[in-house]
């Protein structure tokens, strides 16, 4: 494809579910980013990857908040015991590693709601 | 820790008309990037425009100009000839030379009256 996508585009979970959350980023594409979009506010950094490894994981908001990338291709990000709290878009955005020079392209995002 | 402000929830413009998003920023850094992204109800953010911080010339895209006050740390965005598509959040980020993840404000919803 020739943008970002991002699956589901929609998720209904129940409290204490755990859900998954994937992003395919643009082909070619070595840099991988997670944000979360609480409703009204901007977006919240959560992880970044470089290839398959995750040099920064300083936003994720807890343990109960993973991500895994394979082939340098596709993202998952797993919530484990789902709260209301966590209900929120997630934003998936990748780029080219340009450097200095890097834009990141983000995808539709997945729109979680925990009831 | 850097942080972006800003400060109009909402704003609203007629059709051919020019508009000013506000944005400010906190930073002890020299080497940093600002971007203005939109966020149309598709969700999908789309990058407007981008200013390097060591760059003194504003940047311009067709109907987009910014207006970067680095002393200040200020970077607003200015809309010309305003148009229907326009309508969306904007939202003002910044990046750290020496990080990767993009640091946003809270955005600025903008109407676009016909």
């Known amino acids: 494809g020739a943008g970002v996508s991002q699956s589901p585009s929609n998720k209904v979970t129940e409290k204490g579910k755990d859900v998954e959350l994937r992003c395919d980023p643009i082909s070619g594409h070595t840099a991988l980013y997670w944000y979360r979009q609480r409703l009204g506010q901007g977006l919240e950094f959560l992880i970044y990857?470089?290839?398959?490894?995750?040099?920064?994981k300083s936003g994720l908001p807890s343990d109960r908040f993973s991500a895994e990338r394979t082939g340098e291709s596709v993202s998952t990000l797993t919530i484990q015991r789902t709260q209301q709290e966590d209900s929120a878009v997630y934003l998936c955005?990748?780029?080219?590693?340009?450097?200095?020079?890097?834009?990141?392209?983000f995808g539709p995002g997945t729109r979680l709601l925990v009831l | 820790a850097q942080t972006v402000t800003q400060s109009q929830p909402e704003m609203s413009v007629q059709e051919a008309e020019t508009v000013t998003l506000s944005c400010t920023y906190d930073t002890s850094e020299s080497d940093y990037y600002l971007f203005w992204y939109k966020q149309p109800p598709s969700r999908q953010m789309i990058l407007v425009i981008r200013?390097?911080?060591?760059?003194?010339q504003n940047a311009t895209e067709n109907r987009f100009s910014v207006n970067f006050q680095k002393a200040a740390k200020s970077f607003s965005l200015k809309i010309s000839d305003s148009q229907l598509g326009d309508a969306a959040m904007y939202f003002c980020a910044y990046r750290s030379g020496g990080h990767r993840n993009l640091i946003f404000g809270k955005g600025t919803k903008l109407s676009v009256k016909p």
């Open positions: 990857f470089q290839g398959n490894s995750a040099p920064d």
């Open positions: 955005a990748s780029s080219s590693d340009a450097g200095s020079e890097e834009t990141q392209y």
């Open positions: 200013q390097e911080a060591y760059k003194q």
